[in-house]
């Protein structure tokens, strides 16, 4: 089997250490390693060390080599917390409300989330394809090499399907899609008065047969005002938990509904948002194995000023994500650099807590830390060549792409 080095880095940063998600102090430790090397051996990182250790195992003596003199090698981009499929941008509430038009105004003209309903239940197969083909493409030129995508714009069982299956189908081409399945975003136009029978059918019908036909890991709900109540969100995460899905939520992100409660309460994955978040909110995270995973480019797009209070959950000791929150309306973008940016300058996040949020703890989110996140003996080969020297470079220098190099499990991919 063939093996690959990656040598003469500048910075290679590891990730390297416990096993649960990092906190506090531990947030900040990226296992830097200067003047490092990494060593793979099929699709898997066989060492990742000092150029020296490395470079004089037997593996390394005759591999291919990539240089990477003067990059930072770290592991790729666990982007968490997307909407990957959607049909057509939503350029109609940019524009409305750049004017100052307010969410009700721009639903009442036929944007808002049910325009991307409508988008995706009318556009064939093929043409869902393609805009995700180009999302996905354009993230790995961004160094994400997971991604979590959600189905959620389709709301009716066929739309639901054709979204779900076309993750199916794309994963790994090129990077892997962690699959959720978001049936209670808002109601759909067949029951916009009537939430609590969408709930009821979406709890009887769909949540069995997703899992059933393992379409998807997690559930997700969107517990906000407009959207779903707290008593129709536990409705939704009772039964998906009980199908076998683990869970997942959009909590306290304009409003303080008591969601991140109930998701730490039923053991979610990740409670995602938290702009509105409290202190009893923090509290509940620091004592939970629950990822408090913050989307800083929604806050950024809608030009609100309240970011999640990343400062106030590490200080607290909740494990904290990042993610793009990719979507056609309130964060339509691929970039994880980008997030990373903005979770430093408005968030007060330092660069080595917002590298570690968007890998290890990116991966944690998606309860695959076991094999992706870092960089260590066993785990995947997925990993980024930096064409920058040093690790703080990297949301330092905002809007632009870093990322000279892309390998999944071993190949290269951009």
């Not at 030009?303 to 339509?332: E, K, Q, W």
Request: net charge neutral; charged share 20%; aromatic share 6%.
């Amino acid at each position: 089997m063939k093996h690959i080095l990656v040598r003469r880095a500048s910075q290679v940063l590891t990730l390297r250490g416990s096993a649960g998600p990092r906190r506090g102090a531990a947030l900040r430790d990226l296992g830097i390693v200067e003047q490092g090397a990494v060593l793979i051996r099929g699709d898997a990182v066989v060492a990742a060390g000092s150029a020296r250790e490395v470079e004089a195992l037997s593996g390394a003596r005759q591999a291919d080599e990539i240089d990477a003199r003067g990059c930072v090698v770290m592991p790729g981009f666990v982007d968490s917390h997307t909407h990957l499929a959607y049909g057509t941008p939503r350029l109609l509430d940019y524009e409305m409300r750049l004017a100052g038009a307010a969410y009700e105004e721009i639903a009442a003209a036929g944007g808002g989330i049910l325009s991307s309903v409508r988008a995706v239940r009318s556009l064939p197969a093929s043409a869902l394809e393609a805009q995700v083909r180009a999302a996905l493409e354009a993230m790995v030129r961004h160094g994400t090499t997971t991604a979590e995508a959600k189905s959620g714009y389709g709301l009716d069982e066929a739309a639901e399907y054709k979204t779900l299956e076309l993750y199916a189908r794309l994963d790994g081409q090129p990077l892997r899609i962690v699959p959720t399945y978001l049936g209670a975003h808002v109601p759909p136009p067949e029951y916009r008065d009537a939430p609590d029978a969408y709930i009821e059918w979406t709890c009887a019908h769909m949540l069995p047969a997703v899992s059933a036909r393992k379409l998807a890991r997690f559930a997700d709900v969107y517990c906000d005002a407009g959207a779903f109540s707290l008593a129709q969100s536990r409705q939704y995460l009772e039964r998906a938990r009980a199908v076998g899905l683990r869970l997942k939520m959009h909590a306290e992100q304009f409003t303080r509904t008591g969601a991140a409660l109930l998701g730490v309460e039923l053991g979610a994955a990740s409670v995602d948002h938290l702009d509105c978040a409290g202190e009893q909110e923090l509290r509940a995270l620091a004592g939970s194995q629950t990822i408090a995973t913050l989307l800083p480019g929604a806050v950024f797009h809608l030009g609100l000023t309240r970011y999640p209070p990343a400062r106030a959950l590490i200080g607290a000791g909740a494990a904290v994500a990042l993610a793009t929150d990719f979507n056609p309306g309130t964060s339509p973008t691929y970039s994880m650099q980008m997030a990373l940016s903005l979770a430093c300058a408005q968030m007060r996040m330092t660069p080595a807590e917002a590298i570690a949020a968007a890998t290890i703890n990116g991966a944690h989110a998606l309860g695959c830390a076991d094999r992706l996140g870092s960089l260590e003996p066993g785990k995947q080969a997925d990993l980024i060549v930096l064409n920058v020297s040093d690790y703080r470079e990297l949301p330092y220098y905002f809007g632009g792409n870093n990322v000279r190099q892309t390998m999944k499990g071993g190949q290269i991919v951009q």
